[in-house]
């Protein structure tokens, strides 16, 4: 998932990609399988928060990524792109709580 957030906390945007036909597939999280459709698609997702809430990469000023817990794999996707984005951009990169940001979802 993505999401362009302001620095006051509103959401402009969110963009999920759904893994459960893996899981339903593999009767559960099959780490490997999951790293891979996280790579499948991660530029898709981001792509969408950013196009739904009308901004670019150069409109940012910080980028925000899952650090942990969690399958390492699949983080590693996400701070991968995360990386790449303020590296480009020269963008601060910021650290969340991988189970924090499921609780967050409910905003």
Sequence with gaps: ???????????LSQAIASQSDLLVKWGGVAPKMAEEA??????QVVQKALD?????ESDLSAVAVTIGPGLSLCLRVGVHKARKIAKVFGLP???VHH?????????
């Design 1 to 11: 998932a993505a999401a362009v957030v302001r620095g006051d906390g509103e959401i």
């Design 38 to 43: 996280h790579a499948l698609a991660i530029d």
């Design 52 to 56: 739904d809430a009308n901004v670019s």
């Design 93 to 95: 990169i910021v650290g």
């Design 99 to 107: 189970m924090e940001a499921h609780a967050l979802v409910s905003r």
